[in-house]
């Protein structure tokens, strides 16, 4: 079988010990769809969702045996990765000069390496991220963007700028 380079290689969830049943109410249990991708280690893969820590837990409880074998990658959405962006933005400064940390995808996923998602957002993180996102897509001409866009979307822009587009007041700082 040829596979087109945009295609994800899958392969069905009993070759590695676990039927697609099985699968299916395990992300049923888990409130997420989940699929097993090839590779030399089977790879279970979500979007958004539970953290790996808590899909780890439920597929060793539903099949130790294959699971112990498995690895597991939770991606994230691009509301995830905005809003996520847009916290770290935001946040204080931990540096003692006083600059902010850049803004990278892999700050973001360290960000949400502990907090199911979605992740709740105020009413002014929804605005804020559909402003990201929307210039974002908007920049590229594309109905995908990737981590690293969005990221670097929001640190050429800044969040008051996004702000302002929106029409929100800087009360918060942010």
Do not use: K
């Not at 539970?50 to 699971?67: I, L, S, Y």
């Not at 908007?138 to 969040?159: K, S, W, Y």
């Amino acid at each position: 079988m040829t596979r087109r380079p945009t295609e994800r290689a899958t392969e069905r969830p009993a070759e590695h010990g676990l039927a697609a049943e099985a699968l299916a109410a395990l992300g049923e249990r888990l409130g997420t769809p989940l699929t097993l991708e090839a590779g030399e280690v089977p790879t279970l893969v979500w979007t958004d969702g539970p953290t790996v820590a808590q899909v780890e837990d439920a597929a060793r409880e539903v099949a130790p045996g294959p699971a112990a074998r498995w690895a597991f990658r939770r991606e994230l959405s691009e509301s995830s990765v905005a809003l996520g962006a847009l916290r770290l933005a935001a946040a204080p400064s931990p540096l003692h000069c006083g600059l902010p940390l850049p803004v990278t995808p892999e700050s973001v996923a360290a960000l949400w390496r502990d907090t199911p998602l979605p992740a709740p957002p105020t009413p002014r993180e929804q605005q804020l991220t559909y402003a990201l996102l929307y210039e974002v897509h908007d920049d590229h001409r594309a109905n995908h963007v990737t981590p690293g866009q969005i990221c670097d979307g929001l640190m050429v822009r800044g969040v008051a700028a996004l702000a302002r587009r929106m029409g929100l007041e800087d009360s918060d700082g942010t």
